[in-house]
């Protein structure tokens, strides 16, 4: 992560943690450095988004094991 938010959202999170996607859709942000995570799957995407007090996953935390209840309990705490 790049921006302060995105390091408190993904705090504890190690680099290159599985998280569950259930589609094949992605957000194509106009910023770039709102950009809080990628993950590749037949391409570089934006798996999340932080500017601000705003945060997105195009994954989903809920079905994401640990690095999913880690990320739930960060945006608990910001």
């Given at each position: 992560?790049?921006?302060?938010?995105?390091?408190?959202?993904?705090?504890?999170?190690?680099?290159?943690?599985?998280v569950y996607f259930v589609h094949s859709f992605h957000v194509v942000p106009r910023d770039?450095?709102?950009?809080?995570?990628?993950?590749?799957?037949?391409?570089?995407?934006?798996?999340?988004?932080?500017?601000?007090?705003?945060?997105?996953?195009?994954?989903?935390?809920?079905?994401?094991?640990?690095?999913?209840?880690?990320?739930?309990?960060?945006?608990?705490?910001?």
């Open positions: 992560p790049e921006n302060e938010q995105a390091k408190a959202l993904f705090r504890g999170v190690p680099e290159g943690s599985w770039e450095a709102a950009v809080a995570a990628r993950a590749d799957y037949g391409g570089p995407f934006a798996a999340a988004l932080a500017q601000g007090n705003i945060f997105a996953t195009q994954f989903h935390p809920e079905k994401s094991q640990e690095a999913g209840l880690r990320i739930l309990k960060n945006f608990l705490n910001i």
